[in-house]
């Protein structure tokens, strides 16, 4: 049996992860973290996410959650989950990190403690969207320049960071089979006299707004024909079953820095 603490748990991947804990056979949730400010603190964390207690009392305390965890899931916030990542590469707990929204800084910090402790980082824990990243890369590899590369993305009002971090996960793998970086192609706005299209570049399109759950779509536009990748996420539940399967498959790892095209063998 794994331990896992769910770092976020009164989030609304944290309030779909703990039951999918709760009900596995392997995995048994063994802490829970809030903000300390949050008002599910002393609250049961089953009771929070919908279900009958699982005698988990949320914390405010990242030590108290993570007390006899082997492994972290983490949905805080960019600053919550270096934090985190600290106490675990201090503590020797494996990570599955799902937060979004880290800059270069963070990431090279993840990157770092990641050579002390298992860390699978992720933009999107859907299997089906990973898959879709590897997919991505493989078209943009079999179609030239002549194709301009356009992500288009939607989600619900409350969402802070844009564009978001599977829109950026699809472009990077999209620039990984054309050869290049998204820093080097990326083309995040567009406003006023713009000018053609430059040939290479890969465009960006975002929508807030409502209760969207995720939409992307990677769209190939080439000469006489118009080729799309797309996912829809109609709740949830398939972030947390991957945030969950990526649980199960780090526990046990050596050291590094992980994606979910590793858990998936791809």
């Not at 972290?72 to 989950?81: Q, R």
């Not at 209760?211 to 080439?222: C, M, P, Q, T």
Request: charged fraction near 20%; aromatic fraction near 4%; include cysteine.
């Amino acid at each position: 049996m794994v331990n896992v603490a769910m770092l976020g748990a009164s989030g609304r991947m944290g309030r779909t992860i703990v039951p999918l804990l709760y009900e596995a056979s392997d995995l048994r949730l063994s802490g829970a973290l809030v903000a300390a400010d949050d008002g599910a603190v002393g609250h049961d964390a089953g009771v929070i996410s919908g279900m009958a207690s699982v005698g988990v009392v949320v914390s405010r305390d990242p030590a108290q959650a993570l007390a006899g965890a082997a492994v972290a899931i983490d949905f805080t916030l960019p600053a919550a989950s270096i934090a985190n990542a600290r106490l675990c590469a201090e503590r020797g707990c494996a990570m599955v990190i799902g937060t979004t929204g880290h800059d270069s800084v963070q990431r090279a910090e993840l990157e770092a403690l990641a050579t002390r402790i298992p860390v699978v980082l992720a933009p999107n824990m859907s299997l089906g969207v990973n898959l879709l990243f590897k997919l991505a890369e493989l078209a943009a590899r079999a179609l030239d320049e002549q194709y301009d590369i356009e992500v288009f993305e939607a989600h619900h009002r409350n969402k802070v960071d844009a564009p978001s971090g599977t829109a950026l996960g699809l472009a990077r793998a999209a620039a990984k089979g054309r050869g290049r970086t998204l820093e080097d192609v990326a083309e995040y706005a567009r406003h006023g006299q713009t000018g053609i299209r430059e040939r290479g570049r890969i465009g960006f399109s975002v929508v807030r707004g409502g209760d969207i759950v995720g939409e992307h779509r990677l769209i190939f536009a080439g000469p006489g024909e118009q080729v799309e990748l797309a996912h829809t996420a109609q709740d949830r539940s398939s972030f947390a079953r991957g945030a969950v399967a990526a649980a199960r498959w780090v526990a046990g790892r050596t050291p590094g820095l992980y994606s979910m095209l590793d858990v998936l063998g791809l």
